[in-house]
């Protein structure tokens, strides 16, 4: 199984990570802030709507403008899904860019995707294949993503009921 989860994330920026509390699909992100670069983390929570727009609901954390700066605390962001590319293989999904106010700092965020794979075809591609046959409505797929997200984290976690989900 170990070899299924580790192809189930390789993106342009994005990884999942394990905490102890739970399994996450978090990506790297990179922007601006008070002229300077700066980089940090998303970490996708959930994914919602707001009328026809597909948005992901997520923390923003580790941002610092270089490496020896202090990361600024994690903060809740909505970002507009600007592009979403489905298969039962692979989906692709563009967030942002998102300019906003970071504890009384202007930022913007460059945009960002995030890569979801299982090129093996093993427990994600049900999953995969839901969201690829979709409606291109943001409430379908929020809910179909939502699902994928729960699901990762349940595979990251090792939880039993997993199989159960993925067939």
Partial sequence: MRRTLMTVCACLGAAISVSSAEAQI?????????????TGTFTVQRFVTDGDRLM?????GDVAAA???????????????????????????DLGPVDLDLQGAP?????FAILVSDPQRGPLTRSLCSIAGAPNEAASLAG???ELVELVGCLMRGAGECAERAS
């Fill in 56 to 60: 992901a609901v997520g923390l923003l």
């Fill in 107 to 111: 930022l913007h965020l460059n945009e």
């Fill in 26 to 38: 978090a990506a790297s992100v990179n922007g601006v802030m008070a002229a300077q670069d700066v």
């Fill in 67 to 93: 490496p020896s700066s202090p990361a600024r605390p994690k903060e809740t962001l909505r970002i507009t899904v600007t592009d979403l590319a489905r298969s039962c293989e692979t989906l692709r999904i």
């Fill in 144 to 146: 179909r993503l939502n």
